[in-house]
């Protein structure tokens, strides 16, 4: 079969406005439907379609608790600190050389069954955050009453393709969205860094569009002493720049799924100067023309 026989149309604006479904699932369950397309998926897609392709759908991924586990505790005892103690456990230490430490570890083991395994420094610098988090007025007056930890499923309302979202909070009184994130310095100088390293702007703008909700602020927290806590909002020039950057990323994709064509970093470049210019229908016969060699500034 030709993968490159079918051109890519366009298929317009869905008629109607797409749905907005909202449910009380679970950080796993939300990562398992693979089917969506996040704004995580998007970046990755941005370095390369072929990248995303094999993070997507090859790649054997195991998903390491731990990895998530001082991030997944600051945001719950933040934002659902009813549940936390619930969830979440301080693990001992165990001397594993010893027979005494091996036995309390499988103790331990069948304890902390079903929770997220917290080490004792880890314990601490959380509850600490969350000490100075509840005393600031603007991040409580944004989390008062709010809707959290909710996943949204809507459809792109341009390509027809399914996204997915999980807001860390909205306002049932407001227009806007309060995403926590946890950092080592909470500075201007240094946030910002991290807007542009993570790509913070497509996330916000991607969020305030399929949300519909008008504003998006950061909270950011410092994990080191003496955990300083800021509130940021990104210039409508960031925003519109990461609007720009997903609406790309989402009709590239729905390319790459029609042709079935998932190009590597240099023809991906092409590919994006095609879609810059309007001319799509072009890319192949152009690809077979050029030698992909990316120039850097």
Same mark, same amino acid.
């Given at each position: 079969m030709d993968i490159y026989a079918n051109k890519y149309k366009f298929s317009g604006a869905v008629s109607n406005p797409p749905t907005i479904e909202y449910f009380k699932d679970t950080f796993f369950e939300y990562l398992g439907k693979k089917d969506y397309i996040s704004a995580s998926d998007i970046k990755t897609f941005l370095k390369s379609p072929r990248l995303y392709y094999y993070d997507k759908f090859e790649k054997e991924h195991k998903v390491e608790q731990r990895y998530f586990s001082v991030g997944s505790g600051l945001h719950e005892i933040i934002l659902e600190p009813e549940l936390f103690n619930e969830n979440y456990i301080i693990s001992p230490k165990f001397d594993l050389r010893t027979k005494a430490g091996k036995e309390g570890a499988a103790e331990f083991a069948k304890t902390a069954e079903g929770k997220v395994i917290l080490m004792e420094d880890e314990m601490d610098m959380i509850r600490k955050i969350a000490e100075v988090a509840i005393k600031n007025e603007v991040l409580t007056e944004l989390l008062n009453g709010s809707y959290r930890e909710l996943s949204i499923y809507t459809t792109d309302p341009i390509t027809g393709l399914k996204?997915?979202?999980?807001?860390?909070? @909205? #306002? +049932?009184?407001?227009?806007?969205?309060? $995403?926590?994130?946890? #950092?080592? $310095? %909470?500075?201007?100088?240094? @946030?910002?860094? $991290?807007? *542009? +390293?993570?790509? *913070? %702007?497509?996330? &916000? &703008? *991607?969020?305030?569009? @399929? &949300?519909?909700k008008e504003n998006y602020v950061f909270a950011a927290c410092a994990k080191t002493a003496p955990y300083e806590i800021a509130i940021y909002v990104l210039s409508d020039e960031m925003i519109e720049y990461g609007r720009k950057q997903y609406r790309m990323g989402l009709d590239l994709l729905k390319w790459c799924f029609d042709n079935n064509h998932w190009p590597s970093y240099n023809e991906f470049e092409l590919l994006k100067e095609s879609y810059e210019l309007g001319n799509l229908d072009d890319f192949f016969e152009n690809k077979d023309k050029s030698r992909l060699i990316t120039i850097l500034g």
């Open positions: 996204v997915r979202l999980r807001p860390d909070s @909205f #306002c +049932t009184d407001k227009s806007t969205i309060t $995403d926590i994130k946890s #950092c080592m $310095d %909470s500075s201007p100088r240094k @946030f910002k860094k $991290d807007v *542009y +390293t993570y790509e *913070y %702007s497509l996330s &916000a &703008a *991607y969020y305030m569009d @399929f &949300a519909k």
